[in-house]
């Protein structure tokens, strides 16, 4: 790398540059001519950057990564644009993977600074947005250079469009679109260098798989994760009217050239949508962009690539299609894909909350507003509404019901509360009504009203569908209740209803159901209807655009979602009832363990049933958790749709939902047939719910049951043959003695029998008939002493009794005196009990 250095530095001195040739590290020793006409005749090739590209692919392989970017870094910055157009599809590939996913690239999904501190930087620095690659990318755009990306890797509703010849809506495709010569493979986009580096930087989230050993990771904590971010803050800013300018050597291009050939026309910013009008691909036209817009190109770019990357994976036929209970999944994200999805959100809500106070309102826009600020306020509505609304769409209705769906609740909810992200919030107090939703709001909400009323009810349904018992479903439900019990936001979004269901005289066409913001003056504005009609016509726009004109809305605030509501607060009710007796049922099964268990001399519970939920595995903390949710969730849920205890308490009481006398829950309802009791359909939404469930135990041979994990598994081998062993040879003897009805019988009849099968309760008709044709005699059991607890008491009690200078043997003795005396008294005990139920 000195070398490498040395040679830079005299190829940058101007009184050297003019007599010599400098040759990279990489390049082949030759001879340095002092004329560059002899050397480029005596060396072509050095002239070729096809050699440039297979020397770094060569070094890409022999040296380190940390060599590897610094030699880039200089390759960026003394090779000219027409050598570095070459290798540019290559680095881009080489970083971040291949689009097929087979080649891995950097793993910047993986990449973390407390795991890999030193590649960690390097790799932050040189893509950050004012870096090396940066600093490629502007260098390659100056030249106007395209790049080939195949349309086969776009996602689908705009790989199918641009396939059936058909332009998709959004401007990110247009006048890019490259037919293939005759015999030709497949269609291209013609992308500039930074829509290209964009494209691949986009689409690494969805290609790229994780590699075995990273499901761990977090994702907040990796590289992408945060370059992402960086972009964001860099080409979205939410500071400033322009956007940061990229640092220049002297003497080098423009830093942040426009594109000769804009991505879209400034003017198009108005919410005018164009979805509806399928335009012929042949028919691409020039488009003749203001000149004010060049400044803003990058951040037009970066949305738009990000949303069509990450959103637009469903259209809407598509999404129509899927509600078809047989319809297969086109596109799956991962958690990953979606918390990059909730960055997004978070900080376009950031970028267009930061325009200013006389800026906000449309009808006080003026000519003197800057490209950005009027980018600021069409970011959301013209490029990521609807795209979001059918993602989220299809999240809600195919995403696994456990708690991973965690992460699509929180893109919802950031998506939702765009106050969050206002500068005023700062500056809020944390009084009640300080978190007042204000009416400042209130065009947000009734321009996203499916966001807040279908997507809820969505909630709804799958709410009603999981284990409320669980923590962490109990706090899915809570975050929801919590942000639509937000003051003043039930009554906009029922007030966004109201202009929905309004009788509309005039029902336009389809196409022309959007609303665009008037910006004429005069008469013409004389010739609306009123503010009202004007804001329902706002709402049915957005409805019928994203659901089509013959969707049928149902109200959120109407009887059929009450009654969801209801039903909810009724599993909310029931589920803390069964947290609340699985506590007392782990209360009394800890507190009722003889001491003499914890030592190994009482047989262990082998019939442990396992909880349909993780309450058990994290203790009475969880439970306490768990109750608080669902108490705080049914606050929240009975002061939105203002439900009385009136109703609640008549609607459990319906249900069966009460305690026994004793306090535990009932069993799962039933019905008694012939081969015993059988489910209802009630019964069984109970157990798949968790709100009741059967006490489950082993009913089979104990000495054939399963090994468990406190078990040594060689030990309970052994000892079972030991055992059946003796039992072999002396079950004759051993059945003599447990006939015996003087004290002896009733002590062999303690240790050799175990307690007979009639006792037992729920059995199935099938394992009663079992049970029956296996009558089992008396028989010694050696199974305790294969257990981990039992070998671990031995050893304790051996070990102080050394401390008091007791011998093995002598300490032996006395445990098996103690046990004698300890079984003598258990037998009394046992025949008592038999001669009082007698």
């Given at each position: 790398m000195t070398t490498?250095?040395?040679?830079?530095?005299?190829?940058?001195?101007?009184?050297?540059?003019?007599?010599?040739?400098?040759?990279?590290?990489?390049?082949?020793?030759?001879?340095?001519?002092?004329?560059?006409?002899?050397?480029?005749?005596?060396?072509?090739?050095?002239?070729?950057?096809?050699?440039?590209?297979?020397?770094?692919?060569?070094?890409?392989?022999?040296?380190?990564?940390?060599?590897?970017?610094?030699?880039?870094?200089?390759?960026?910055?003394?090779?000219?644009?027409?050598?570095?157009?070459?290798?540019?599809?290559?680095?881009?590939?080489?970083?971040?993977?291949?689009?097929?996913?087979?080649?891995?690239?950097?793993?910047?999904?993986?990449?973390?600074?407390?795991?890999?501190?030193?590649?960690?930087?390097?790799?932050?620095?040189?893509?950050?947005?004012?870096?090396?690659?940066?600093?490629?990318?502007?260098?390659?755009?100056?030249?106007?250079?395209?790049?080939?990306?195949?349309?086969?890797?776009?996602?689908?509703?705009?790989?199918?469009?641009?396939?059936?010849?058909?332009?998709?809506?959004?401007?990110?495709?247009?006048?890019?679109?490259?037919?293939?010569?005759?015999?030709?493979?497949?269609?291209?986009?013609?992308?500039?260098?930074?829509?290209?580096?964009?494209?691949?930087f986009a689409l690494s989230l969805i290609t790229q798989k994780p590699l075995p050993g990273t499901l761990h990771i977090r994702t907040s904590d990796c590289a992408y994760f945060i370059l992402v971010d960086r972009y964001l803050s860099w080409f979205l800013p939410t500071e400033g009217s322009v956007l940061p300018a990229l640092s220049s050597s002297p003497g080098g291009p423009n830093p942040s050239p426009a594109p000769r050939t804009p991505t879209m026309p400034f003017a198009s910013y108005g919410l005018h949508h164009t979805s509806l009008l399928k335009r012929h691909i042949s028919h691409q036209t020039s488009v003749n962009a203001d000149p004010a817009s060049h400044e803003i190109w990058r951040s037009e770019t970066l949305l738009q690539v990000f949303v069509e990357m990450w959103l637009h994976h469903y259209?809407?036929?598509?999404?129509?299609?899927?509600?078809?209970?047989?319809?297969?999944?086109?596109?799956?994200?991962?958690?990953?894909?979606?918390?990059?999805?909730?960055?997004?959100?978070?900080?376009?809500?950031?970028?267009?909350?930061?325009?200013?106070?006389?800026q906000v309102s449309p009808s006080t826009h003026s000519h003197a507003t800057s490209p950005l600020e009027e980018f600021k306020r069409a970011a959301v509505p013209r490029f990521v509404q609807q795209k979001l609304y059918l993602f989220l769409q299809h999240c809600f209705g195919h995403w696994?019901?456990?708690?991973?769906?965690?992460?699509?609740?929180?893109?919802?909810?950031?998506?939702?509360?765009?106050?969050?992200?206002a500068p005023e919030k700062q500056a809020q107090s944390s009084d009640c009504q300080a978190r007042c939703v204000s009416e400042r709001w209130a065009p947000f909400v009734q321009e996203n009203l499916l966001m807040y009323t279908k997507l809820f009810v969505g909630f709804l349904s799958r709410a009603l569908r999981t284990d409320l018992v669980s923590p962490k479903n109990a706090l899915m439900v809570f975050r929801v209740a919590k942000v639509f019990a937000q003051p003043n936001l039930a009554e906009m979004i029922q007030k966004g209803e109201q202009l929905f269901l309004e009788p509309e005289l005039v029902i336009p066409h389809r196409q022309h159901r959007l609303f665009t913001a008037p910006t004429f003056t005069g008469s013409f504005l004389s010739s609306w209807p009123p503010a009202v009609t004007d804001a329902s016509f706002k709402v049915k726009s957005h409805v019928y655009s994203l659901e089509g004109q013959d969707c049928k809305y149902t109200p959120m605030f109407g009887p059929e979602v009450r009654t969801l509501v209801l039903r909810l607060?009724?599993?909310?009710?029931?589920?803390?009832?069964?947290?609340?007796?699985?506590?007392?049922?782990?209360?009394?099964?800890?507190?009722?363990?003889?001491?003499?268990?914890?030592?190994?001399?009482?047989?262990?519970?082998?019939?442990?049933?396992?909880?349909?939920?993780?309450?058990?595995?994290?203790?009475?903390?969880?439970?306490?958790?768990?109750?608080?949710?669902?108490?705080?969730?049914?606050?929240?849920?009975?002061?939105?749709?203002?439900?009385?205890?009136?109703?609640?308490?008549?609607?459990?009481?319906?249900?069966?939902t009460t305690q026994d006398e004793n306090g535990k829950k009932q069993l799962p309802d039933c019905v008694v047939g012939e081969d015993g009791l059988i489910?209802?359909?009630?019964?069984?939404?109970?157990?798949?719910?968790?709100?009741?469930?059967?006490?489950?135990?082993?009913?089979?041979?104990?000495?054939?049951?399963?090994?468990?994990?406190?078990?040594?598994?060689?030990?309970v081998r052994v000892l079972f043959r030991l055992s059946s062993a003796i039992n072999r040879r002396f079950a004759g003897p051993m059945a003599a003695l447990c006939s015996r009805a003087d004290f002896l019988g009733s002590f062999c009849r303690y240790h050799l029998t175990e307690p007979g099968l009639a006792d037992r309760h729920l059995l199935s008709p099938v394992a009663r008939g079992c049970a029956a044709r296996r009558p089992r005699g008396p028989r010694l059991s050696l199974r305790f002493l294969g257990s981990y607890r039992t070998l671990l008491s031995l050893l304790l009690a051996f070990f102080v009794a050394s401390l008091f200078c007791i011998g093995p043997l002598p300490c032996a003795l006395l445990l098996v005196l103690g046990y004698l005396l300890y079984a003598v008294a258990m037998t009394l005990l046992t025949e008592r009990s038999k001669l009082h139920h007698l």
């Open positions: 490498f250095r040395r040679g830079v530095a005299e190829w940058r001195s101007p009184s050297l540059r003019r007599a010599t040739l400098w040759v990279p590290q990489w390049f082949p020793k030759v001879a340095v001519f002092n004329v560059p006409q002899e050397a480029a005749m005596a060396f072509p090739h050095l002239q070729q950057p096809s050699f440039l590209l297979a020397s770094l692919k060569a070094d890409s392989v022999n040296k380190p990564f940390a060599q590897r970017c610094q030699d880039l870094v200089k390759v960026i910055e003394d090779f000219p644009a027409k050598e570095l157009h070459a290798i540019f599809p290559w680095l881009v590939e080489s970083i971040f993977g291949s689009l097929d996913g087979v080649l891995v690239g950097w793993n910047l999904r993986c990449l973390q600074g407390r795991v890999s501190p030193v590649e960690y930087s390097i790799a932050m620095e040189f893509l950050d947005p004012g870096g090396p690659m940066m600093k490629l990318v502007y260098k390659l755009q100056a030249e106007d250079y395209k790049f080939d990306f195949p349309v086969s890797y776009l996602p689908g509703p705009v790989k199918a469009s641009i396939q059936e010849r058909v332009l998709p809506d959004s401007p990110l495709y247009h006048n890019k679109v490259q037919f293939p010569p005759t015999g030709g493979l497949g269609l291209n986009l013609a992308l500039n260098p930074f829509e290209y580096y964009m494209f691949f259209s809407l036929e598509m999404y129509q299609k899927m509600q078809s209970p047989h319809a297969k999944e086109s596109f799956t994200p991962t958690e990953e894909h979606v918390l990059v999805v909730r960055l997004l959100l978070k900080h376009l809500h950031a970028f267009s909350n930061s325009l200013k106070p006389e696994p019901l456990d708690a991973s769906f965690r992460a699509v609740l929180e893109m919802w909810l950031s998506y939702l509360q765009p106050w969050r992200y607060a009724q599993l909310i009710t029931q589920a803390k009832q069964t947290a609340k007796s699985i506590s007392d049922q782990c209360g009394e099964s800890t507190a009722g363990r003889p001491f003499l268990s914890w030592l190994g001399f009482c047989s262990t519970d082998t019939n442990g049933s396992y909880a349909a939920n993780d309450l058990d595995e994290m203790g009475q903390d969880s439970v306490r958790k768990t109750d608080e949710y669902l108490e705080k969730a049914l606050e929240y849920l009975c002061q939105m749709f203002r439900l009385s205890e009136a109703q609640l308490t008549q609607l459990t009481l319906a249900l069966g489910l209802t359909p009630l019964g069984r939404y109970q157990i798949i719910n968790g709100l009741r469930r059967f006490d489950i135990e082993y009913q089979g041979d104990s000495e054939l049951q399963p090994i468990r994990s406190y078990e040594i598994a060689s030990l």
